[in-house]
């Protein structure tokens, strides 16, 4: 499961219940029936909460967390060597997808 906000959550529950996605649906169900009453689906990860990344140095220790997954898995020796990783981009290397800073 995913963690993130009741808006995005609403939006894709609408678009599920829009095209009849039953088998999405009819799993969110039953998760929702484990852990609360009120609503219908249980969509985010229990216990999870998105948090805002209100400085730079919160924002780089997540981004090296998020880096360092593959490594930890053993898939990679460097967060740099999977190939699907931003950490490409901030390495200097060849992405897949180009790394744009805002400040």
Not at 9 to 28: H, V, W
Not at 47 to 75: C, D, F, W
Request: aromatic share 14%; net charge positive.
């Amino acid at each position: 499961m995913l963690v993130g906000s009741p808006f995005s959550r609403r939006q894709i529950l609408d678009l599920l219940e829009q095209r009849k996605a039953t088998t999405f649906l009819s799993y969110f169900a039953y998760y929702k029936r484990k852990h609360k009453t009120e609503g219908h689906y249980q969509f985010w990860q229990e216990g999870s909460h998105p948090e805002e990344m209100n400085n730079e140095t919160l924002l780089i220790q997540r981004l090296a967390y998020i880096h360092n997954i593959p490594v930890k898995r053993g898939y990679v020796d460097l967060p740099e060597h999977w190939r699907y990783s931003s950490a490409r981009a901030y390495a200097g290397k060849d992405a897949l997808l180009p790394i744009v800073l805002l400040y």
